[in-house]
Nanobody, 122 residues
Framework: VQLQASGGGLVQAGGSLRLSCVAS?????????MAWYRQAPGKERDLVAV???????NYADSVKGRFTIFRDNAKNTVDLQMNSLKPEDTAVYFC????????????????WGQGTQVTVSS
């Protein structure tokens, strides 16, 4: 299973960006949760937003009301719409997926995308 993230870039404060991530591979029976994390220089990787297979969302307090997570179960994609961006949102953003590999195997394996840089200038 591979996750490919895209959509990062440089934007001015107050602007918007949309990140996209697609999961591909043979061993995907079901994707449970999909999420976006971010890691700023010298800091730990933190959860930004997560969405379950039935559409329940959860957000970090710092992005509530500004970011929205979407997923398309048919296409195995998860997007992050980021509005009203702030310089403190600058980080490398990673997508993550918890994948059940088959109908018989009931566990989920975690996969990460390669990261996409988001830079917000003041």
């Amino acid at each position: 299973v591979q996750l490919q993230a895209s959509g990062g870039g440089l934007v001015q404060a107050g602007g918007s960006l949309r990140l996209s991530c697609v999961a591909s591979g043979r061993n995907i029976f079901k994707i449970n949760s999909m999420a976006w994390y971010r890691q700023a220089p010298g800091k730990e990787r933190d959860l930004v937003a997560v969405i379950t297979s039935d559409g329940r969302e959860n957000y970090a307090d710092s992005v509530k009301g500004r970011f929205t997570i979407f997923r398309d179960n048919a296409k195995n994609t998860v997007d992050l719409q980021m509005n009203s961006l702030k310089p403190e949102d600058t980080a490398v953003y990673f997508c993550k997926a918890d994948v059940q590999p088959s109908r018989i195997l009931k566990y989920s394996a975690t996969y990460w995308g390669q990261g996409t840089q988001v830079t917000v200038s003041s």
